[in-house]
C-alpha cells in the first residue's frame, strides 16, 4: 500500500475519475444551482459535507476503498468545497451583471463593482 492509498483510502485512478472529475462536476453544478435560487453563500458548507459523504461511499461501493477514513473524507471534502465555492461565485457574478446591468458591472470571472 502506497503513502498516497493510506491517507486517501484508494488508488490515484479512482480519486482522479471518482473524487475529482465526478463528484467534482456534482459539486460545480450544486454550487451553481444554490447561487441560482439566491441561497446564502453558507449553504455551500453543509453540502459540501454531504457531497463528500457520497464520495466515500462510491469510493467504497465501486473500488472496495476505505469507508471511515477521515483524513480521505476531509480532503475529498475540501475539493469539494473549493468546486461549490467556485461555481456559487461565478454563478452570482454572472446574476448581478446581467439583472441589475444598471447597478453593477463583471470585472473578471469572480468580481463585479457598482457603475
Known sequence: MSSFEAVMGTT????????????GACAFLT???????WRPIWHVFPYALLL?????????ALFDGRL?????????????????LFA??????????TQYP?????????GWRER
Open 52 to 60: 463528500g459523504c457520497g464520495d466515500r461511499f462510491l469510493v467504497y
Open 102 to 110: 444598471w447597478l453593477y458591472e463583471r470585472v473578471g470571472l469572480m
Open 68 to 84: 471511515f477514513l477521515l483524513s480521505g473524507y476531509l480532503i475529498d471534502s475540501i475539493w469539494l468545497l473549493a468546486m461549490l
Open 12 to 23: 490515484p485512478g479512482v480519486t482522479l475519475g471518482i473524487t475529482l472529475i465526478f463528484m
Open 31 to 37: 454550487g451553481q444551482a444554490l447561487a441560482a435560487t
Open 88 to 97: 456559487f461565485r461565478v454563478t452570482r457574478v454572472r446574476q448581478m451583471s
